[in-house]
């Protein structure tokens, strides 16, 4: 009997602490004010670029005449664009054949309007691709004088 007596008081305080939070009408509200919003960094493609097209394998050496590196003015790059034809799956591949001092490349492939992916240090990244896209492919890092070869494929998606 006390169980059903408690549980009577606690719904009858329940249903009193609700009653004091009837909706309101809707001209009993203010306007909404508003609140500014701070748009995200828009992703920034070099102006200094080599175009390519998949497939392409490239050979290069840095020097000091490249870009300081977006971002990281420490460190010099070289980029490379791709613009996609198709969708399909862009691989870049970057591989150090003479370096310094034992030195390995980064590589990282931006999307136009989105996010820089990186691939592991010396080694590979792949991106979905969408039609009409450009796709940025930044060998990073690079001391002059370090010779790179970079290889780059599409794989198809298969549409199920």
Same mark, same amino acid.
Request: hydrophobic share 30%; proline share 10%.
């Given at each position: 009997m006390r169980t059903l007596l408690r549980c009577a008081v606690f719904f *009858?305080?329940?249903?009193?602490?609700?009653?004091? *939070? #009837?909706?309101q009408p809707l001209s009993s509200f203010a306007a909404?004010?508003?609140?500014?919003?701070?748009p995200a960094a828009p992703t920034v493609?070099?102006?200094r670029y080599t175009q390519i097209t998949p497939?392409?394998?490239?050979?290069? #050496?840095v020097t000091t005449d490249d870009p300081l590196c977006v971002g990281?003015?420490?460190?010099?790059c070289q980029y490379f664009r791709i613009t996609a034809d198709n969708n399909g799956l862009l691989e870049a591949g970057v591989m150090t054949i003479r370096g310094i001092g034992g030195q390995l490349q980064d590589v990282s492939v931006l999307e136009s309007g989105g996010a820089d992916i990186w691939g592991?240090? *010396?080694?590979?990244?792949?991106i979905a691709m969408t039609p009409g896209k450009i796709y940025q492919i930044t060998v990073w890092y690079a001391e002059p004088g370090v010779e790179f070869e970079l #290889?780059?494929?599409? #794989?198809?998606?298969?549409?199920?």
């Open positions: *009858g305080l329940l249903t009193a602490a609700c009653d004091r *939070g #009837r909706p909404p004010t508003s609140v500014p919003v701070t493609l070099s102006d497939g392409d394998v490239l050979n290069r #050496r990281f003015p420490e460190f010099r592991l240090v *010396g080694g590979q990244v792949s #290889r780059t494929s599409i #794989r198809p998606t298969v549409s199920r």
